[in-house]
């Protein structure tokens, strides 16, 4: 590249700016709590090839890494030389993009001069898509909701109208989902007129000098994180729920000079929407050995390149189309975590043990009292992050997501909900050297006098999260329903009025013997009611 | 004429300034700060410029005060030992947050922990709707014994937030009630007096960071009060500087000391909007470059942006989340870890980074040889030739060259192959597109054009690096005011006096219930006169109303100032277009949805105090000339002869033309371009950059 260093990093520096302009216009004008306060959305630049070189810093690896690897789909849909200013496209494709149909990816292309120069992408969790509602209890993709296939959502700056009222009678809250589409126009739109200005200041015609440094930088920083490890093949095994039958993710980690293969040995993909498309194994497996190995290497195409990630076609982990797939999440966040198993091998002090990791994702719709109205509300929470060496987990915190939770009193102003109580559950984080974050507890009454529609999709209520290096496991996840109707979790059911549900999210596991706890953290503990007497006593020997 | 006295009490110094009403007297002191007892140094500092000046304690109007004390209790944790007390269910709320990330990758990441620890949060069982309906009333008894716990556990604050209470507040207030009889020792703040508004954890934080400094607060102020008038014979009020621009009296800063957390570089925001206004720019961009840190602030229409977002003890110096929410106005700037002392370095990619890390005062630059041995920016700009090493703070401290060069080579141009010029260009070039990238997204999160802006410079290192900044931001004017380290204090003696409202009542706009607006809003005008007719005549107060809108649904509002006097149905109109013009300057288009008012806001403010700088005499400028020295100029990719003056021999009127170097005792300005440069009737230097 003719440019010197200093002028490069500059221009680096730039992009990034320009991506997360582009992020904070969509959250601020969102019209759900899910983007606007969970921040679940993920925005990006693309060059002309359709290559991720700068991504906003919020939202989870299953947009971002998905989105990055999704865009090439979109260029063999609409072949550069057939994009034209003020065409938007747009997908939820679960294979192409994020595995799941609520996850709507919009692209605008950018123009200076006529010439196309670069992509803006964002993803975002649409609030409702319509089928069933968020479960994993589909047995297809076809009961999950309405499939957009690639295509222009805004063509040549008109608005595709057929498709915007396809949309609103689909979905059943049509003002947020169709809001939100806006927003994501906009950020998109924001993104672009910054990078144009950017080009204008730098006298650029386009941004592929610079991608192509940017990726090749990137690259190699990425080979020389994975040169520096021992060669070798590493195992783990990670033990989950799944659907009805417990699932267990194997993995083996093959280090080979500056590349990593990671194969994975699923069971086949299940009847029940908890299937995993590739491109979403793959988003979460660049993840994991990022937070290991090279979390200060920009994520973009380059660092991508050196990973290699293969599942068997038809397992869990590469479920073919027309497997259901909404609650994917349910396995592919437990992904890093296995990673990170395999990886503790070789270097211990870098990686976390397993954590709830599965974010407790609850969907709740009925008819509020009095008004007669029908309501529809999601909201994420989180449970206990896994312990390093070093230190403890973190309690209710998300991992490997961003997603923030969504404060009690914004529930009850906008759905019929009443949260009874939001608490940390004392002795769910695992013991050890290094404790484990604890979970927290969510007890939940609907305002409605018909029965309502309740769909959890929770993980870990039966296999809890493993300790590393002699931690202990953590308490497992709980439902719990007051009178007990036997609600299970991962199926959406319609329930009396009057149950009040009870969520016991789990914690993260322990790192290292609890014997080997400092005294004065296993007191402060118990003062504070993180860990009970007994815990204290039995396990850490005070 | 009367007198006034501005006192801000800094990390490493503390500054007054004497002024005289109609602007002829204006003097400035300056003495190390007493962090143990900050105003130890104010009594000294005043004393001194009283003696200067001769000016007697009864000429003295009033102090004006501003500290960094409550801020640094926070974050060194030295407060008081607090307790919360909460709805049943919820004394998790303040540790649970938002369960979000602020950084992705980062496993070791950590959360500021909570100020009240969970063996001191307690829980009443009482709820409140999200409709204000009590769902489950309280129970004095109840109350009466958490209490006698407080007592028992010796807790010596408390702060009170229930659920929903910003829609009712009746069982705050009881419970604050109850404690006043049961524990009158224990200092009490209620959610819904100090921050009426939706989200438990961030009014929570906002309520136990205000308690938590609270009785520091008390007994600083009420002793500074009793040594102003005991030592130095001043009677007159003590104002103290809050973070949105006003000023207010030692009660009520007491009462709420959180509102005065960012306090100093509010009102250097502040001397940029009242220089800029004097200069006839309204809109102006104030530039504050210091040690550690550079802030960036926007001030629109004369006067600078506020808003409800800030955040004390951030695990990650600058990073949005990593740090205990408060939410009380503040003038809304950037901040980010850009300072002389920040730390360049190269990293795995390559890449050139300038800070966030900083060297600090101690060990500091290399060039200081206190031991430091990472580069830093100041060592940059020296190697450059921007500062001279026998003239740093006025000739009191040498700075070592040689080394600075050699380091800078070995951790900066060898990693990148840049010769030691184009290294410390890099660095210097850095720093500035990093302040300009920051500054630029300050502006354009406000839908601003910052291309228009003049800029503002002070702070230390702020005249060193503006004329950069300018020149990436395209912006046409630099100006620099004499006592680039004195703006916080100079800053004072421009702002009102101002007391802030606010009352959450969520409604839609077409379907407002017009008699509750009108109370709501003559109440907190009513609360508005009565705190500020101690000091001031009724006639002389003016209220502001704001309303913060959103289209239904949204998450976030937009603030637009409204009408005053009694509301109805045909002001909905003026209201739509208010809400729709600044939602428009935000995202740049408006919606076809219906919208609802969130918050309802006053502002009470008293006049603005007249505040005129000294005038100078015109003359030549022609005996400033110092001498010559080679700084590097960009233009011409090389070290070049430039004349150097002496900012202090400077007459009115002056006209000089870049590049050039002017020194003062604490900052250096640097233009190392073209530029047409001029010095006005109030001592300010003028920088006319010249578009390539």
């Known amino acids: 590249m003719a440019i010197d260093p200093i002028t490069f990093d500059i221009l680096w520096n730039r992009l990034i700016a320009t991506v997360n302009e582009q992020a904070a216009a969509l959250i601020r004008s969102s019209f759900t709590s899910i983007v606007r306060e969970a921040g679940d959305l993920s925005a990006g630049v693309f060059d002309r090839q359709g290559r991720m070189v700068a991504q906003a810093v919020t939202g989870t690896p299953g947009h971002i890494n998905s989105m990055a690897t999704g865009m090439t789909h979109f260029l063999a849909k609409f072949p550069v030389e057939t994009v034209k200013p003020g065409d938007v496209y747009v997908t939820n494709d679960p294979w192409m993009t994020a595995s799941q149909l609520n996850d709507i990816t919009i692209t605008t292309p950018v123009f200076k001069n006529g010439k196309l120069v670069a992509f803006f992408a964002n993803c975002c969790h649409a609030l409702d898509i319509g089928g069933r509602g968020l479960s994993a209890d ?340 709980d439902l719990v329903t007051t009178p007990d109707i036997g609600l299970k979790p991962k199926l959406s059911e319609l329930i009396p009025a009057e149950t009040i549900v009870t969520l016991e999210i789990p914690g993260g596991g322990g790192y290292g013997d609890p014997k080997d706890r400092d005294p004065e953290k296993v007191k402060s503990d118990l003062k504070n009611e993180y860990i009970s007497e007994d815990a204290a006593r039995t396990l850490y020997g005070l | 004429m009367a007198y006034r006295i501005g006192a801000d009490v800094g990390g490493t110094f503390t500054d007054i300034v004497l002024s005289r009403d109609d602007g002829s007297r204006f003097l400035i002191g300056k003495v190390l700060t007493t962090p143990d007892r900050p105003d130890d140094a104010i009594i000294a500092g005043i004393r001194d410029v009283m003696e200067r000046s001769g000016v007697q304690p009864s000429e003295i109007a009033h102090v004006i ?161 009793d040594r102003l008038s005991s030592e130095l014979g001043l009677s007159g009020e003590l104002f103290i500087m809050q973070s949105n621009g006003g000023v207010c009296e030692a009660d009520e800063a007491s009462r709420y000391p959180i509102l005065c957390v960012e306090s100093g570089p509010a009102a250097g925001a502040l001397a940029a909007a009242h220089y800029g206004a004097l200069l006839g720019h309204n809109d102006i961009l104030s530039f504050d470059m210091g040690g550690t840190t550079a802030k960036a602030s926007v001030i629109v229409d004369g006067k600078p942006l506020i808003t409800n977002e800030f955040e004390v003890d951030r695990q990650y110096q600058f990073k949005k989340g990593s740090g205990l929410p408060v939410k009380v106005p503040v003038i809304e700037m950037i901040e980010i870890g850009t300072g002389g002392g920040s730390i360049a370095k190269v990293d795995a990619m390559k890449r050139l980074q300038v800070g966030p890390e900083s060297a600090g005062s101690v060990p500091g630059p290399v060039a200081y040889n206190r031991g430091g041995t990472n580069p830093t920016i100041t060592d940059a700009d020296l190697i450059l030739g921007y500062l001279d090493p026998e003239f740093f703070l006025g000739g009191e401290m040498q700075l070592d060259v040689e080394t600075a060069k050699s380091i800078l080579t070995r951790e900066v141009g060898a990693p990148l192959g840049l010769e030691l ?138 603030r637009a100032s409204i009408a005053g006097g009694i509301l109805d149905q045909s002001n909905v109109t003026g209201i739509k277009e208010a809400f729709e013009a600044a939602y428009s300057e935000l995202y740049g288009h408006t919606m076809n949805a219906d919208i609802e008012v969130v918050s309802w806001r006053v502002i009470a403010r008293g006049p603005k105090p007249r505040f005129d700088l000294p005038e100078l005499e015109s003359g030549t400028g022609t005996s400033a000339q110092k001498g010559e020295r080679h700084i590097y100029l960009p233009d011409r990719n090389g070290l070049h002869a430039v004349p150097v003056y002496d900012r202090y021999k400077l007459d009115s009127g002056t006209r000089l033309s870049g590049p050039a170097i002017i020194e003062e005792r604490e900052s250096t300005v640097v233009i190392n371009g073209e530029a047409d440069i001029s010095v006005d009737r109030y001592n300010n230097l003028i920088a006319d950059l010249k578009t390539s």
Not at chain 1, 368 to 396: C, I, M, P, V
């Open chain 2, 421 to 558: 010029l184009g290294a410390a260009w890099g660095v210097h070039q850095m720093a500035n597109e990093n302040m300009a990238s920051a500054a630029r997204i300050h502006a354009i999160e406000r839908g601003k054009d910052v291309r228009r802006f003049p800029l503002f410079a002070f702070g230390g290192a702020g005249p060193v690096h503006a004329f950069g900044v300018a020149r990436i931001l395209r912006s046409p004017r630099v100006i620099y005011p004499l006592g680039a380290g004195v703006m916080s204090a100079a800053g004072f003696m421009t702002a009102p006096l101002a007391l802030q409202f606010v009352r959450s009542n969520p409604s839609r706009l077409d379907s407002l219930d017009w008699n509750s607006v009108n109370a709501l809003l003559s109440e907190m005008e009513d609360q508005g006169r009565a705190g500020l007719e101690k000091s001031l005549h009724g006639d002389a107060i003016t209220f502001e109303r704001f309303a913060d809108m959103r289209y239904v649904k949204q998450g976030y509002e937009v």
């Open chain 2, 65 to 225: 005060h501003g500290t960094t004390l409550f801020t640094n209790a926070l974050i060194e944790r030295k407060g008081a030992r607090t307790a919360l007390i909460t709805t049943k269910g919820f004394r998790d709320a303040i540790e649970i947050g938002r369960e979000h990330r602020y950084d992705m990758y980062d496993l070791f990441m950590k959360r500021p922990e909570p100020l009240a620890p969970r063996y001191h949060r307690f829980e009443v069982d009482e709820r409140i709707l999200a409709d204000g309906s009590v769902r489950k009333a309280l129970d004095e008894d109840e109350v009466r014994e958490v209490a006698k716990t407080l007592k028992a556990e010796g807790v010596e604050a408390v702060a009170v937030s229930l659920i929903h209470s910003y829609v009712n507040d009746a069982h705050e207030k009881a419970i604050h009630k109850i404690l006043q009889e049961v524990a009158p020792e224990i200092v009490v703040s209620i959610s819904s007096d100090l921050v009426p508004e939706i989200r438990e954890f961030d009014r929570t934080s906002t309520t136990l960071a205000n308690v938590y400094v609270k009785g520091i607060a008390e007994q600083y102020l009420a002793r500074l009060k």
């Open chain 1, 138 to 477: 589909s047995r297809s993709v076809f009961e999950e909701g309405l499939q957009i296939p690639i295509m222009k959502l805004q063509d040549e700056g008109r608005p595709v109208d057929a498709l915007f009222e396809l949309l609103a009678a689909n979905v059943r809250t049509p003002d947020e989902v169709l809001g939100d589409i806006h927003s994501q126009i906009v950020g998109n739109e924001i993104g672009a007129k910054q990078l144009l200005s950017f080009l204008d200041e730098f006298g650029l015609d386009d941004i592929e000098d610079l991608s192509e440094e940017i990726i090749n930088r990137s690259e190699k920083a990425m080979r020389e994180r994975i040169a520096a490890l021992p060669d070798g093949n590493y195992h783990y095994e990670l033990r989950i729920d799944g659907f009805g039958e417990a699932v267990d993710l194997k993995c083996n980690v093959a280090i080979n000079g500056d590349s990593i293969a990671v194969t994975f040995d699923a069971p086949p993909a299940v009847s029940r929407g908890i299937n995993v498309t590739l491109n979403y194994t793959r988003a979460y497996t660049t993840y994991g050995i990022k937070c290991a190995i090279s979390p200060d290497v920009p994520n973009n195409e380059g660092s991508f390149r050196p990973v290699d990630v293969n599942a068997r076609e038809g397992s869990l982990l590469n479920a073919q189309f027309p497997a259901a797939v909404a609650g994917r999440h349910l396995v592919g966040h437990f992904l890093p975590s296995t990673i990170m198993g395999a990886l503790s091998d070789i270097v211990p002090d870098r990686v976390m043990a397993p954590g709830f990791d599965g974010l407790w994702d609850t969907h709740v719709s009925g008819v509020e009292r009095g008004t007669g109205k029908h309501f529809s509300y999601t909201w994420f929470s989180s449970g206990g992050t896994g312990a390093l060496n070093g230190q403890d987990g973190l309690s209710a915190t998300a991992y490997p997501s961003g997603i923030a939770g969504v404060p009690c009193e914004v529930i009850e102003t906008v759905a019929p909900i009443v949260v009874r109580r939001r608490e940390l559950r004392p002795d769910s984080g695992g013991a050890g050297t290094y404790r484990g974050g604890l979970g927290q507890t969510m007890e939940i009454e609907v305002l409605t006098d018909e029965p309502y529609l309740f769909s959890g999709l929770y993980e870990r209520t039966e296999n809890p999260a493993p300790g590393l290096k002699g931690g202990h496991a953590a308490a497992p996840g």
